[in-house]
């Protein structure tokens, strides 16, 4: 899969400790930041969210460490949690005050983490299908080994030439399952900047910090004190949303879970305004105190 015609023009900011974000920006008003999820690239947030939310707000979507454009550092910046502190300076530096966070997956997952490690930083966050709590999950099995020093260096190479190129399409279809990938996307979306053997390093580190990553999270849960909206579809295949945002929901004072029927995974594609409705109501209610 080639460049598509939708591949965003991104800008870089530099990080303190080698390499830099890479982000897309558009609108203005109160921030919103976009962060995505697992095998994706900012387009797939920015693609079917930014220009509803651009026509009020300030939005910035970001690669996140390790993916599409974004660089980090091998073995140490993979954990949500250094994801959040990277994606931390980034805004610092573009001069964003209190943005809201609208994560999805693992991408909400690093947003809850922002928010639980500097909430002083964030006037809110939507939580899109996130990962909340430690689980065995697929994507240790299938990119787990490439976070092996040496070895998952040379897996990663000889993989990309061979069995990714057969699974991550099936894998990229499954996640939108029950739905299927809006044509539109599929077209525009830049799928060679989602895979490559450096990328599936990165997706099997982020795999593999789950298990202390989420226990740390999952202890914080109880004192966060930023805004935090969650929204899980009733179909999604890849994440049980009732063991995670739901359960993480009863945890958080404030919070709040909102299911949306027969919807999977990739919510954000098909709920477009729900999604806005929610972090709009969140600039709001920061603006108003």
Same mark, same amino acid.
């Given at each position: 899969m080639g460049v598509a015609p939708g591949e965003v023009?991104?800008?870089?900011?530099?990080?303190?400790?080698?390499?830099?974000?890479?982000?897309?920006?558009?609108?203005?008003?109160? *921030?919103?930041? /976009?962060?995505?999820g697992t095998l994706m690239a900012l387009e797939d947030v920015w693609l079917p969210l930014a220009p509803r939310l651009a026509a009020r707000h300030r939005v910035i979507a970001l690669d996140r460490p390790g993916h599409g454009f974004s660089t980090r550092r091998r073995l140490v910046d993979a954990s949500p949690w250094r994801q959040a502190a990277a994606i931390?300076?980034? =805004?610092?530096? /573009?001069?964003? $005050?209190?943005?809201?966070? &609208? @994560?999805?997956?693992? @991408?909400?997952? &690093?947003?809850?983490?922002?928010? =639980?490690s500097d909430p002083d *930083? &964030?006037?809110?966050?939507? *939580?899109? #299908?996130?990962?909340?709590? +430690?689980?065995?999950? /697929?994507?240790?099995? /299938?990119f787990g080994p490439r976070a092996l020093p040496g070895l998952g260096d040379g897996l990663s190479q000889v993989l990309a030439g061979s069995?990714?190129? #057969?699974?991550? +399409?099936? =894998?990229?279809?499954?996640?939108?399952?029950p739905q299927t990938v809006p044509p539109d996307f599929a077209a525009r979306f830049p799928w060679a900047r989602a895979c490559g053997p450096a990328r599936m390093i990165a997706e099997g580190e982020d795999a593999m910090t789950t298990w202390t990553a989420l226990g740390r999270a999952a202890a914080a849960y109880p004192t966060c004190r930023v805004p935090v909206r969650?929204?899980? @579809?009733?179909?999604?295949?890849? &994440?049980?949303?009732?063991? $995670? @945002?739901? =359960? #993480? #929901?009863?945890?958080?004072?404030? *919070?709040?879970?909102?299911?949306?029927?027969?919807?999977?995974?990739m919510l954000h594609h098909f709920h477009q305004d729900r999604v806005v409705a929610e972090a709009e109501a969140l600039t709001q209610a920061v603006a108003t105190t």
């Open positions: 023009a991104r800008r870089f900011v530099p990080l303190s400790e080698g390499g830099s974000i890479a982000y897309a920006e558009t609108g203005e008003g109160e *921030a919103i930041v /976009l962060i995505h931390r300076e980034a =805004l610092d530096q /573009l001069g964003l $005050h209190r943005p809201v966070l &609208v @994560g999805h997956s693992f @991408g909400a997952t &690093v947003a809850l983490c922002l928010a =639980l *930083a &964030v006037a809110g966050v939507v *939580a899109m #299908a996130p990962l909340c709590f +430690p689980e065995p999950r /697929l994507e240790q099995i /299938l069995l990714d190129r #057969a699974m991550l +399409p099936l =894998l990229w279809r499954a996640i939108f399952l969650f929204l899980g @579809g009733t179909a999604d295949l890849v &994440v049980n949303n009732a063991l $995670h @945002g739901a =359960l #993480a #929901a009863t945890l958080m004072r404030g *919070a709040h879970f909102t299911w949306l029927p027969g919807t999977g995974h």
